[in-house]
C-alpha cells in the first residue's frame, strides 16, 4: 500500500477508510463521486488581428470531489460559474464529458444514471388542468409501471402528497394565467414529487428555488431535506440562499469559471478562508465573504485557478494587493508536481481544508497532470473520513435498487417506505401498450378538462359548414353551376388545412412536458406519438361528419357521401400530422405560425386549381406531388363528376358538358377506381409526417448536451 507525500507530511495521516479497486468499485459508505469531470466546447473569438478564430474552452475543468449520501449537497457559485453546467454532468445530460462518475462505488453509466436518477427542471412544465393528486397518479403510472398495483400506487401518491406539505391542496389544478390553481411553491413541490414517485437514489434540482419568495423558497428546500433523509443523494443548484435555508444544506460544492473552489459543510467556510489567508469579517457570512474572495481574484491577474488550486493541494494563493502586500507576477510550482518538499510558508501542510477531507481531495491528481499525459489513472489509494451525515451503505446494480434505512424517524421516514424496486429490469417501467394506455387517459383528461381545444376546431367547421350550405344551396347543372361546385370543393380543402393550425401552440407548450418526463425514460417517443394519434381520431371524424352533414345534402352533391367524408377524414388527418411535425422543428408558436402558413400557401398554389398538374412547369412538379391540398382536391372532383352525368347543355353542335369532360378539361383521371388511390395518397402523407415527428421527438428533442 503505497501513500503520496507532500513535503515532509504524509497525506495519509487518518486511517484508510476505503481502498479504489481497478475495476471501478469503491468501497465508499454511501453518495455520488465524481472524477476529474472537464466539458470542452469550441467557440468562436475574435484574434488579435480582428479575425474570427476557433478556441477550446472548458466549462468545466477536472472537478473531483463527492455528493454525500443522506445530505443535501448545493452547487453555488457567481454568475457563469458552471453550475448548471456541473448539474447536467452529474446527470448524464452532457455526452462529450470527461471523467467518471460513480453512486456508492459503482460506475455510472449515462444511462444508469437515467434509470435511478430525477432531475427536477428549472421550470415547472405541469399539464395546468391536471390536479395535485391526478398529476402525481399519471406520474405513478408512467414510472412504477404495471407491477405495482393501483392500491399501492395510491398508497404511495398519498404519502407523497403528506411529505411534500401538499394535502390541503391535493384535489386542486395546477392552474396558469387564465386558470387559479396552486401557489408557486406548490407547484415546485409537485414538480419534485413527480420525479421522486419512484423512489430513486439521486435527485438534481436546478435552482428550486428561483422565482419563490422567501418562505416558499425555505418550504421546498426543507421538503427537498426531508427527501434526503429517507437515503437519497440530493444535489441542487442554488443562487443566492438566505439564512435559514443554509441551515438545511448539509455539504457545499462552490464553483467558478468551471473549476472546483471548495468543497465541505458550509460550517467549515470559515477555516478554509483561514487557511487561505483570508478571515471572515465579523457579523458577515463566510460563504458570501468566499464568494467575494473569489470574485476578487476573478478580477485580478491571477484569476481563479489559484484558487482551484489551494483547494487541490494545499498551495496558498499569492496575496493581491487590495491586502496591502504586493502582488507577485508567477505562481509557485505545485510540489506534488515539482517534487519539491519545502514550499515555504505559503504551503498548507495541514491539507485539512473542507476539500481535503473529502474521500478524494488527499491523493487528487493535479490538473497539470492531465495536461501533461491525458487522462490520469483513478488514484489506488484514497485516504479520508466518510461524512459523519452518511448512513450505511447499499447496494446498487442496474436492476436492483435497494432503500437504505432512513436517518431518522421524522417527516422522511415516508419516503423511506418508497418502493425503489421498480419491479421490472428493462428501461422503461410499462410495457409498450401499457404507456399508450396511461398517456391516452392522460390526453383524454386534458381533452375533457379544456373542451375549448376542440371545440373551436368543431366550431369553426360547423359555422364554415353553414356558410357553404346558404352560399352555395343546390347549384344548377349549367356552366355556372360547375363554377360554384369547384369554388365549393377548394374552399373546403383550405378550411380542413387550416382549422389544425391551433394544434402548434398546444404541442409546443407540451414538448417541454415530453421532454422532462422521456429525460428519464418515464416513456418511448413511439407510445406517445402512437397515444396522441388514437386520442384525436375520433375528434377528428367528429369534426368531418359535421361538416359533411351539413354541406352534403343542402348542396345536393353527387357521388358517395361515405368516400366524400373519408376524404374529408384523411385530408384532417394529414394536416394535423403535417402540423405537429412543422410544431416539433420550430422553436416557439411565433415560427410555427410562420411555417405553416408559408406552406399552406405553398400547398394551395400548386394543389392543381390555379394550374392543373400539366400545366405546371417541369422544374415545380414535386411542388404539386407534395402539396397535401392536390389529393382532397382531386378526390372529391372525380367523386362529384365521374361518370356520364350531363351538367350543362351547349349549343349544338357541341356535346353536352358531363362529368367526365369536366374532369377532362381539368386534367383529371375519370377511372373510377382513381379516386381511392387519392385517399391511400394522403394517408400516405399523414403517416410520413407521423413518422418524421416521431423522428425529431426520438432523435431531436433531447435535454442533452453535445
Not at 367547421?461 to 344548377?476: N, R
Request: net charge positive.
Amino acid at each position: 500500500m503505497a501513500h503520496r507525500h507532500v513535503g515532509d507530511v504524509e497525506t495519509g495521516v487518518h486511517k484508510a477508510a476505503y481502498v479504489v479497486g481497478g475495476g471501478g468499485r469503491f468501497g465508499f459508505t454511501g453518495g455520488l463521486e465524481f472524477t476529474g469531470l472537464t466539458y470542452t466546447v469550441t467557440k468562436k473569438q475574435r484574434g488579435g488581428g480582428g479575425e474570427w478564430e476557433k478556441k477550446e474552452v472548458d466549462l468545466l475543468h477536472e472537478i473531483t470531489g463527492y455528493a454525500p449520501k443522506g445530505c443535501v449537497t448545493a452547487v453555488m457559485g457567481p454568475s457563469g460559474a458552471g453550475k448548471s453546467t456541473f448539474l447536467d454532468a452529474l446527470a448524464g445530460r452532457i455526452a462529450a464529458l470527461d471523467g467518471r462518475v460513480a453512486l456508492d462505488g459503482v460506475e455510472m453509466s449515462p444511462s444508469l444514471v437515467k434509470r435511478s436518477s430525477a432531475y427536477v427542471m428549472q421550470d415547472d412544465r405541469l399539464f395546468p388542468m391536471l390536479t395535485v393528486r391526478e398529476t402525481l397518479m399519471f406520474a405513478a403510472d408512467l414510472r412504477l409501471g404495471a407491477s405495482v398495483s393501483a392500491a399501492d400506487k395510491r398508497r404511495r401518491v398519498d404519502g407523497l402528497i403528506d411529505q411534500l406539505g401538499l394535502a390541503a391542496s391535493g384535489n386542486t389544478y395546477i392552474g396558469d394565467e387564465g386558470t387559479r390553481g396552486v401557489s408557486g411553491g406548490e407547484r415546485r413541490r409537485v414538480s419534485i414529487g413527480v420525479d421522486i414517485i419512484h423512489g430513486p437514489a439521486l435527485l438534481f434540482l436546478d435552482e428550486p428555488t428561483s422565482g419563490l419568495d422567501s418562505t416558499s423558497a425555505h418550504s421546498v428546500v426543507e421538503k427537498v431535506r426531508d427527501i434526503a433523509c429517507a437515503g437519497s443523494t440530493v444535489v441542487l443548484t442554488i443562487h443566492q440562499p438566505s439564512s435559514r435555508i443554509l441551515q438545511l444544506l448539509d455539504h457545499l460544492v462552490i464553483l467558478a469559471r468551471g473549476q472546483l473552489m471548495y468543497s465541505g459543510a458550509p460550517r467549515e467556510v470559515a477555516a478554509h478562508l483561514g487557511r487561505m489567508g483570508r478571515r471572515v469579517p465579523k457579523g458577515e457570512s463566510s460563504i458570501e465573504h468566499l464568494l467575494d474572495v473569489i470574485q476578487e481574484y476573478d478580477q485580478s491577474e491571477f484569476g481563479v485557478a489559484v484558487l482551484a488550486e489551494f483547494c487541490l493541494t494545499g498551495l496558498k494563493p499569492p496575496k493581491l494587493a487590495a491586502d496591502g502586500i504586493s502582488t507577485v507576477s508567477s505562481i509557485p510550482p505545485t510540489p506534488l508536481l515539482s517534487g519539491h518538499h519545502g514550499a515555504g510558508e505559503d504551503f498548507d501542510h495541514s491539507l485539512r481544508s473542507q476539500h481535503s477531507r473529502s474521500p478524494w481531495s488527499e491523493f487528487t491528481p493535479s490538473r497539470r497532470a492531465k495536461r501533461d499525459g491525458g487522462r490520469y489513472p483513478p488514484p489506488e489509494i484514497v485516504m479520508g473520513t466518510p461524512t459523519p451525515l452518511s448512513i450505511s451503505a447499499y447496494t446498487l446494480s442496474e436492476g436492483d435498487y435497494r432503500t437504505p434505512p432512513p436517518r431518522h424517524a421524522g417527516a422522511g421516514a415516508e419516503v423511506a417506505t418508497r418502493v425503489t424496486t421498480l419491479g421490472h429490469r428493462g428501461k422503461f417501467a410499462n410495457t409498450y401498450g401499457g404507456e399508450v394506455w396511461v398517456l391516452m387517459r392522460r390526453n383524454f383528461t386534458n381533452i375533457w378538462r379544456t373542451p375549448e381545444l376542440f371545440l373551436s376546431r368543431l366550431m369553426v367547421l360547423v359555422v364554415m359548414g353553414f356558410l357553404m350550405a346558404t352560399m352555395f344551396t343546390k347549384p344548377k347543372d349549367d356552366a355556372q353551376g360547375v363554377t360554384e361546385r369547384l369554388s365549393f370543393f377548394i374552399f373546403t380543402v383550405c378550411v380542413f388545412f387550416f382549422s389544425s393550425n391551433d394544434a402548434v401552440p398546444a404541442f409546443i407548450q407540451e414538448r417541454f412536458i415530453f421532454i422532462r418526463e422521456t429525460s428519464h425514460n418515464a416513456y418511448r417517443a413511439s407510445a406517445y406519438v402512437v397515444a396522441g394519434l388514437i386520442t384525436y381520431l375520433p375528434f377528428l371524424l367528429l369534426q368531418s361528419a359535421a361538416y359533411a352533414a351539413i354541406v352534403w345534402f343542402a348542396l345536393r352533391l353527387h357521388g358517395q357521401f361515405l368516400y366524400f367524408l373519408v376524404m374529408l377524414y384523411a385530408s384532417l388527418l394529414s394536416t394535423n400530422s403535417f402540423v405537429v411535425f412543422i410544431s416539433s422543428v420550430v422553436p416557439n408558436f411565433i415560427l410555427g405560425y410562420a411555417a405553416v402558413i408559408a406552406f399552406t400557401a405553398l400547398f394551395f398554389l400548386f394543389c392543381g386549381y390555379f394550374l392543373d398538374s400539366h400545366s405546371i412547369p417541369v422544374g415545380w412538379k414535386w411542388m404539386n406531388t407534395i402539396s397535401t391540398m392536390k389529393y382532397p382536391y382531386e378526390g372529391l372532383l372525380m367523386n362529384e363528376f365521374q361518370g356520364g352525368r350531363v351538367f350543362a347543355s351547349q349549343p349544338p353542335p357541341a356535346p353536352p358538358l358531363t362529368g367526365d369532360a369536366i374532369l377532362e378539361h381539368l386534367k383529371i383521371s375519370t377511372v373510377e377506381d382513381r379516386k381511392w388511390w387519392m385517399v391511400l395518397y394522403l394517408m400516405g402523407w399523414a403517416v410520413f409526417y407521423r413518422v418524421l415527428f416521431y423522428l425529431v421527438l426520438r432523435f431531436a428533442s433531447k435535454n442533452k448536451r453535445k
